[in-house]
C-alpha cells in the first residue's frame, strides 16, 4: 500500500484507523487470553460484555469500509495521477512542437518580411527611377510639344509667302536633279584699289598664271608689273537658322512694278493704317531692294495676324484704280549654328599693284589682251574688272554652272 499516492488529510485517517484497528486487535487478544484464565478482568466496565465487543465490530466494519472507500479514492486518484502525468507529458510535447514551430515560423515570417522589404525597397527605386523617366519624357514631349507648335506655324507660313512668278521653258530633269530646290549663291567681293579680277574659262590657264606670280604687261611706252594672287572666299559650310514669325510686321508682295517706290509706300501706309481694312497705326515701311517686297511694322502686336490670315488686300493706287497685293508673315530668323570653310576660285585671279597710268576701261582692255596671249601663259578671258586706286567697286562672284568638258 504505501506504493500508493496519498494526499495529506487521506494519509492522516489512514494512520487514525490503522491505529484504531491495532488498539481494538491488541485488546481482543488480552480479552480472550483473560476470558481463557481465572481472573476477573475486563476491558471495559459495562455490565453488557456482548453489547460492547458488537459495537466495536460495528465500528471496526465501519472503520474497514470507510478504509476501502479510501482505498478506491486512493486508486482513481492514482490513476487521475497517471493521467495528469500522461497528459502533462503530452502537453509538454505539443508545447515544445507548438514553440518550435512557432520559432520556426517566426524565423520565417523574418525572412518574408527581410524579403518584401527589400521587395519594397527595389519597388522604391524603380518607382523614384521611373518618375525621373516620367520627367524625362513629360520633358521631352515638352519640347516635342513646342517643336510641333513650332513646325506648325512655319507650315502655316510656309503656304503664304510672297508669289514668285515662273514659267516652264521645256527644261526637264532625270536621276538626283529631279527633286533638286536651286539655290543660287552670291559673294559680294569689295575690291582694293589698283586690283582687278580676271575670270578665264579654264582653270590650267588660271593655274598657270598663279604659278608665275608676277606678270610684267606692256602699255605702249611704259611697262608695269602686276602680282597674280589666288581669290579666297570664307564661305558657309553648315548653317541651322531658327525662325518665328514676327507679331508686329508683314511682308507685302504682288506689288505694281511701274509705280514708285516712294508711291507704292505711301498708299500701303495709308491703306494699313486704317482700321476698316483691318490695319492700325503703322511704326515703319521700308521696300527690300532684293526682292522688291514691303515689311511694314505696327505698333500693336495683334494687328498682323488678321491681316495674314487674309492674305490677299485690294489696294486703291489712283481713283478707281486698285490692285491686288498679298499679305504674308515676316519672319525674324536667328542663326544657331554656322561653320565656315575656306574656298579657292579655281578660274579667277586677283591681279595686285596696278597704278593708275592712264584710263580704266583702256587700262583694263589692255590687261585684258595681255592675259589673252598664250605667250604670257594666258588663255581666253571670260570676265575682267578693274578697280583704279581711289575707285570703290563690289564684284559679285556666283556659282559656276559650266560643265566641264
Known amino acids: 500500500m504505501s506504493s500508493f499516492f496519498r494526499g495529506p488529510p487521506l494519509a492522516a485517517e489512514e494512520r487514525k484507523v490503522k491505529q484504531f484497528y491495532c488498539s481494538v486487535t491488541a485488546g481482543l487478544k488480552a480479552h480472550s487470553s483473560t476470558m481463557s484464565s481465572d481472573e476477573d478482568f475486563s476491558l471495559v466496565t459495562d455490565d453488557n460484555p456482548s453489547l460492547n465487543l458488537k459495537s466495536i465490530y460495528k465500528e471496526i466494519d465501519k472503520l474497514k469500509a470507510e478504509y476501502n472507500d479510501l482505498l478506491k479514492e486512493q486508486k482513481l486518484l492514482s490513476e487521475a495521477k497517471k493521467s495528469n502525468v500522461m ?39 524603380e518607382e523614384s527611377k521611373l518618375s525621373l523617366e516620367l520627367l524625362k519624357i513629360q520633358q521631352e514631349l515638352g519640347r516635342i510639344d513646342e517643336t510641333h ?138 521696300m527690300l531692294d532684293d526682292s522688291g517686297n514691303v515689311v511694314i511694322t505696327f505698333l500693336d502686336s495683334n494687328i498682323s495676324k488678321g491681316l495674314t490670315d487674309k492674305q490677299m488686300h485690294e489696294i486703291e493706287l489712283d481713283r478707281g484704280k486698285r490692285c491686288k497685293v498679298k499679305v504674308t508673315p515676316f519672319l525674324n530668323g536667328e542663326i544657331t549654328l554656322l561653320k565656315t570653310c575656306n574656298t579657292t576660285c579655281s578660274k579667277t585671279v586677283l591681279l595686285t599693284g596696278i597704278p593708275t597710268v592712264m584710263e580704266k576701261d583702256n587700262l ?42
Open 364 to 405: 583694263q582692255d589692255l590687261l585684258e589682251i595681255h592675259f589673252q596671249k598664250s605667250a604670257n601663259s594666258g588663255g581666253e578671258v571670260d570676265a575682267i574688272v578693274y578697280n583704279p586706286v581711289g575707285g570703290r567697286t563690289l564684284a559679285v562672284f556666283q556659282e559656276d554652272t559650266s560643265k566641264p568638258e
Open 87 to 125: 497528459f502533462t507529458q503530452e502537453f509538454q510535447q505539443r508545447a515544445s512542437t507548438m514553440k518550435k514551430r512557432l520559432e520556426d515560423e517566426k524565423m520565417n515570417q523574418a525572412e518574408a518580411l527581410k524579403k518584401e522589404q527589400e521587395k519594397l525597397s527595389d519597388l522604391k527605386k
Open 149 to 286: 507648335q513650332s513646325l506648325k506655324q512655319q507650315t502655316e507660313v510656309s503656304t503664304a509667302v510672297p508669289e514668285k512668278k515662273v514659267v516652264f521653258n521645256g527644261e526637264t530633269a532625270e536621276g538626283d536633279d529631279a527633286l533638286s530646290f536651286d539655290v543660287k549663291p552670291s559673294i559680294v567681293y569689295p575690291m582694293e584699289g589698283g586690283t582687278a579680277f580676271i575670270t578665264f574659262e579654264e582653270e590650267e590657264v588660271a593655274e598657270k598664271i598663279l604659278a608665275l606670280k608676277e606678270h610684267k604687261v606692256q602699255l605702249g611706252d611704259c611697262s608695269i608689273t602686276v602680282r597674280a594672287e589666288p581669290v579666297q572666299f570664307l564661305v558657309p559650310a553648315d548653317v541651322e537658322m531658327d525662325t518665328q514669325v514676327c507679331p508686329r510686321r508683314i511682308l507685302v508682295s504682288n506689288l505694281p512694278k511701274k509705280e514708285s517706290v516712294e508711291r507704292i509706300l505711301d498708299k500701303l501706309e495709308i491703306h494699313f493704317s486704317k482700321s476698316r481694312n483691318g490695319g492700325g497705326e503703322v511704326e515703319d515701311i521700308v
